[in-house]
């Protein structure tokens, strides 16, 4: 082997050691998640307790850290689930996604999607040397009703964090990592004179921030871009703008935490958007799979 097959040969170990996400496994996960007895949503909170026990079920396989957040909404209690690691360190990344559904529907995209995405950063955080401390957070009523109301799980969450007065360097929502196209004109925006810029295929995953999003959003959406292997927009705009707040950072923005949201971009791609056509057959798991390693290649390099 000369020299530069020995550098090309460091490069691609190297990458492969950091791109883990197994497209089986996720599969799995998302069969637990999506074909259930009954839906997940806000006024079914026993298919949501079977939910949040097989997201910690899942959590148990790679930390000894886990925690479940109850909180109580109109008489019935719900469940946030935590799982941590690096817990040797004061400062956090915050990681979240949401279980519940809008409606009758699987919610494959919508979220199931980023709940994998955390089962799979669990599996591969596991044993790992980190310079922070990791929590990856499964939130309920993140949908309507109770969208944007105190009652929302990450609401709850980012709450407690002020409360108890917790060092956040920043926060990460895995929100509908899932759906692709490379159709023309299967991309969307809420403002046309987008597609100049970002193009109308829906091949990409985005990095959304607001203006003034902080440190922790511009540097973690910077080094993704850099270093995933998906194409990779980022995206920053007013708070205003319609969409850019619609998941779960939206609480950690209200708290004054630097936050940002992974997403596939919701409706303005994917049709299925709170539709009972949101199911695991319309994924793209390869990658969905390059999305979940980018994020563990990120979090490698902070």
Request: charged letters at 25%.
């Given at each position: 082997m000369n020299f530069f097959q020995l550098i090309?040969?460091?490069?691609?170990?190297?990458?492969?050691?950091?791109?883990?996400?197994?497209?089986?496994?996720?599969?799995?996960?998302?069969?637990?998640?999506?074909?259930?007895?009954?839906?997940?949503?806000y006024n079914n909170p026993s298919q949501l307790d079977r939910t949040a026990e097989y997201i910690d079920s899942v959590f148990k396989n790679y930390s000894d850290s886990l925690e479940m957040q109850p909180f109580l909404v109109s008489g019935k209690l719900y469940n946030n689930v935590i799982c941590s690691f690096g817990t040797q360190n004061n400062k956090r990344i915050i990681i979240g996604a949401h279980y519940d559904v809008c409606g009758p529907q699987e919610g494959a995209d919508d979220n199931a999607s980023g709940i994998a995405g955390l089962l799979e950063l669990a599996r591969q955080l596991k044993g790992k040397k980190l310079n922070y401390r990791i929590d990856l957070v499964a939130y309920t009523l993140e949908e309507p009703p109770y969208f944007k109301s105190e009652y929302m799980g990450s609401y709850i969450h980012a709450k407690s964090l002020v409360d108890n007065k917790i060092d956040v360097f920043g926060m990460i929502s895995l929100e509908m990592i899932g759906y692709f196209s490379d159709e023309k004109n299967s991309q969307s925006y809420p403002l046309k004179f987008l597609s100049l810029i970002y193009g109308k295929k829906g091949n990409y995953i985005t990095m959304v921030n607001?203006?003034?999003?902080?440190h922790f959003a511009r540097s973690f959406s910077r080094k993704y871009k850099s270093k995933a292997s998906i194409r990779t927009k980022k995206f920053k705009a007013p708070k205003v703008l319609r969409g850019i707040d619609f998941s779960d950072h939206l609480n950690y923005w209200?708290?004054?935490?630097?936050?940002?949201?992974?997403?596939?971009?919701?409706?303005?791609?994917?049709?299925?958007?709170?539709?009972?056509?949101d199911t695991l057959e319309t994924l793209d798991l390869k990658r969905m799979a390059e999305v979940i390693d980018g994020v563990l290649k990120v979090l490698s390099d902070f």
């Amino acid at each position: 082997m000369n020299f530069f097959q020995l550098i090309l040969f460091s490069f691609l170990f190297h990458c492969n050691c950091l791109a883990q996400t197994d497209t089986n496994i996720l599969k799995t996960e998302l069969i637990h998640l999506t074909k259930t007895k009954s839906f997940r949503t806000y006024n079914n909170p026993s298919q949501l307790d079977r939910t949040a026990e097989y997201i910690d079920s899942v959590f148990k396989n790679y930390s000894d850290s886990l925690e479940m957040q109850p909180f109580l909404v109109s008489g019935k209690l719900y469940n946030n689930v935590i799982c941590s690691f690096g817990t040797q360190n004061n400062k956090r990344i915050i990681i979240g996604a949401h279980y519940d559904v809008c409606g009758p529907q699987e919610g494959a995209d919508d979220n199931a999607s980023g709940i994998a995405g955390l089962l799979e950063l669990a599996r591969q955080l596991k044993g790992k040397k980190l310079n922070y401390r990791i929590d990856l957070v499964a939130y309920t009523l993140e949908e309507p009703p109770y969208f944007k109301s105190e009652y929302m799980g990450s609401y709850i969450h980012a709450k407690s964090l002020v409360d108890n007065k917790i060092d956040v360097f920043g926060m990460i929502s895995l929100e509908m990592i899932g759906y692709f196209s490379d159709e023309k004109n299967s991309q969307s925006y809420p403002l046309k004179f987008l597609s100049l810029i970002y193009g109308k295929k829906g091949n990409y995953i985005t990095m959304v921030n607001k203006f003034t999003s902080g440190h922790f959003a511009r540097s973690f959406s910077r080094k993704y871009k850099s270093k995933a292997s998906i194409r990779t927009k980022k995206f920053k705009a007013p708070k205003v703008l319609r969409g850019i707040d619609f998941s779960d950072h939206l609480n950690y923005w209200k708290f004054g935490f630097s936050a940002l949201m992974i997403t596939d971009t919701a409706f303005y791609r994917n049709h299925n958007y709170h539709q009972k056509t949101d199911t695991l057959e319309t994924l793209d798991l390869k990658r969905m799979a390059e999305v979940i390693d980018g994020v563990l290649k990120v979090l490698s390099d902070f």
